[in-house]
C-alpha cells in the first residue's frame, strides 16, 4: 500500500514569507497526489491535486505543488503567506482504489 | 449543493457504550469513506462503501463497523468504547467510484470517551 511521510510537524513563518511544507510519499503503482487543509473545528478542504499532466499544480490562493516522479515529493509552496494561511496542511496520496492515505500533517503558524 | 453533513458534532460518552455517527454525502455521491483523527495518529482510514458494499477496510478492530444505505447516507458503529476512541470522526463523500479525484469532507463528529 501507499503512505505519506510528511517531514515537518510544525513550520512557524513570519507574514510575508516564503514556505514550504514538504511531502514524500512510497508507492508500487502509479499515484495520485493531494493537499488538504484544515482550519480549526472544520474538516478537510482541497488544496490542490495532481492527477496527470502538468507536474506543477496551483491553487486559487496562490499555493503551488510540484510532483517529483525521481524523488517521490510533492512539496507545497507559497511565496509569501498570510495570517489567514494558519492552519493544519495535509498530504495525501491515492492510488485510484478508495483508500486515501494522509500524512501526519503539518501545522502552519503564521506570525505577524 | 449542500455539503457533507456530519451528526452529531459533539457527542459524550462513557467507557463499554457504543456509539452510532451519521453522515449524509453530498447529493449524487454515491461513495462514502470514514477517517479518524486524532493528535497521535493523525488521519487513519477507516473503511469505504460504495453502493451499500464496503469496498475496503482500514486496520481497525471489529469493534469499529459501519454502513451505507440505498441513499448513500452512512453510518458508522463504535462499541464497547475505550478511551482510546475519543477522536475526530471524519466522513467524506466522493461522486466518482475511483478516489483519483476530491474527497468532500465533512466538519467530523468530536468524540469524548470518559
Known amino acids: 500500500a501507499q503512505s505519506v511521510t510528511q517531514l515537518d510537524s510544525q513550520v512557524p513563518v513570519f507574514e510575508e514569507a516564503p514556505v514550504e511544507l514538504r511531502c514524500n510519499y512510497s508507492?508500487?503503482?502509479?499515484?495520485?497526489l493531494f493537499w488538504y487543509v484544515q482550519y480549526p473545528n472544520q474538516g478537510l478542504q482541497l488544496l490542490l491535486k495532481?492527477?496527470?499532466?502538468?507536474?506543477l499544480v496551483e491553487s486559487i490562493n496562490g499555493f503551488e505543488a510540484e510532483f517529483n516522479k525521481s524523488q517521490t515529493s510533492f512539496h507545497l509552496r507559497k511565496p509569501s503567506v498570510h495570517i489567514s494561511d494558519t492552519a493544519e496542511y495535509f498530504c495525501a496520496v491515492s492510488d485510484g482504489n478508495n483508500d486515501m492515505r494522509f500524512g501526519a500533517g503539518t501545522r502552519l503558524t503564521v506570525k505577524p | 449543493k449542500a455539503g457533507v453533513t456530519q451528526t452529531p458534532r459533539y457527542l459524550i460518552k462513557t467507557r463499554g457504550q457504543q456509539v452510532t455517527l451519521s453522515c449524509s454525502p453530498i447529493s449524487g455521491h454515491r461513495s462514502v469513506s470514514w477517517y479518524q483523527q486524532t493528535p497521535g495518529q493523525g488521519l487513519q482510514f477507516l473503511f469505504e462503501?460504495?453502493?451499500?458494499?464496503?469496498?475496503n477496510k482500514g486496520n481497525f478492530p471489529g469493534r469499529f463497523s459501519g454502513r451505507q444505505f440505498s441513499n448513500s447516507r452512512s453510518e458508522m458503529n463504535v462499541s464497547t468504547l475505550e478511551l482510546g476512541d475519543s477522536a475526530l470522526y471524519l466522513c467524506?463523500?466522493?461522486?466518482?467510484?475511483?478516489?483519483?479525484?476530491?474527497?468532500?469532507f465533512g466538519e467530523g463528529s468530536r468524540l469524548t470517551v470518559l
Open positions: 508507492s508500487s503503482v502509479s499515484v495520485y
Open positions: 462503501y460504495f453502493s451499500e458494499t464496503q469496498r
Open positions: 495532481y492527477l496527470s499532466g502538468s507536474t
Open positions: 467524506a463523500s466522493t461522486e466518482l467510484a475511483g478516489v483519483t479525484g476530491e474527497l468532500f
